[in-house]
């Protein structure tokens, strides 16, 4: 079993429409919690980072983590088509520490 | 967050050979680190780099072959050593203001190993 598991997609949304990544762990002592945004030949981008249950807002970006399911997933509401990139999901472990475990990422595809 | 720089950008080099890869921050940093991304892959850390002592591998990578310093909390360097075709990737640094805090990426170094 994979330790971050995400579909790789590609995921594809119309322009407007809200779009939903998923993300599950293995770790179920896993503290923090990472979205990173990355465009083709580009380095990743923090986007949004949990460590509590719930929900967690930043403009068109929701972040909602469940550690009971341990599952993670990311909201782009009123999706563009500059948000068309791979998601990757990245876990820290548990006991905090400096170690993120990434995921294979998703890509998502906005069409217009 | 801080700005992130890495040198070389790009670079093509022949099998045996080694490259050094710079990253320069411009504040700062408790936590420095590096990756891989091996192509249609996802990221990989290889080593966290400690100021003034020797890096912490992760399973798999070994310090003969990649040999990283840290010489100041601005600055670190990673090798890739004796490199074959299978180094052919990205390699990222990263930093980070606590043990534990979100990661920021430099912009990366493209490898390709003839």
């Known amino acids: 079993q994979k330790e971050v598991e995400q579909n790789s997609g590609p995921l594809s949304v119309p322009e407007g429409a809200i779009a939903s990544l998923n993300c599950t762990y293995s770790?179920?002592?896993?503290?923090?919690f990472f979205w990173y945004r990355q465009y083709s030949g580009k380095s990743p981008e923090l986007i949004m980072f949990i460590y509590s249950n719930g929900d967690k807002e930043d403009g068109r970006f929701t972040a909602q983590l469940n550690k009971a399911s341990q599952y993670v997933s990311l909201l782009i509401r009123d999706s563009q088509p500059s948000d068309s990139a791979t998601y990757l999901c990245?876990?820290?472990?548990?006991?905090?520490?400096?170690?993120?475990?990434f995921g294979t990422g998703t890509q998502l595809k906005v069409e217009l | 967050s801080a700005v992130i720089s890495q040198k070389p950008s790009r670079d093509i080099c022949q099998r045996g050979t080694s490259l050094t890869i710079q990253c320069q921050v411009d504040s700062q940093v408790t936590m420095m680190f590096w990756y891989r991304q091996q192509p249609g892959q996802s990221l990989t850390l290889i080593a966290t780099a400690n100021q003034g002592s020797e890096a912490t591998y992760e399973s798999g990578f070994v310090i003969d072959k990649f040999p990283i310093s840290r010489p100041n909390l601005t600055f670190s360097t990673l090798t890739v050593s004796n490199m074959s075709p299978e180094d052919s990737s990205i390699y990222l640094c990263?930093?980070?203001?606590?043990?534990?805090?979100?990661?920021?990426f430099g912009p990366g170094t493209r490898l390709t190993v003839l």
């Open positions: 990245a876990v820290s472990p548990a006991g905090g520490g400096n170690k993120l475990t």
């Open positions: 770790d179920r002592g896993s503290q923090s």
């Open positions: 990263s930093v980070a203001t606590a043990p534990g805090d979100e990661q920021f």
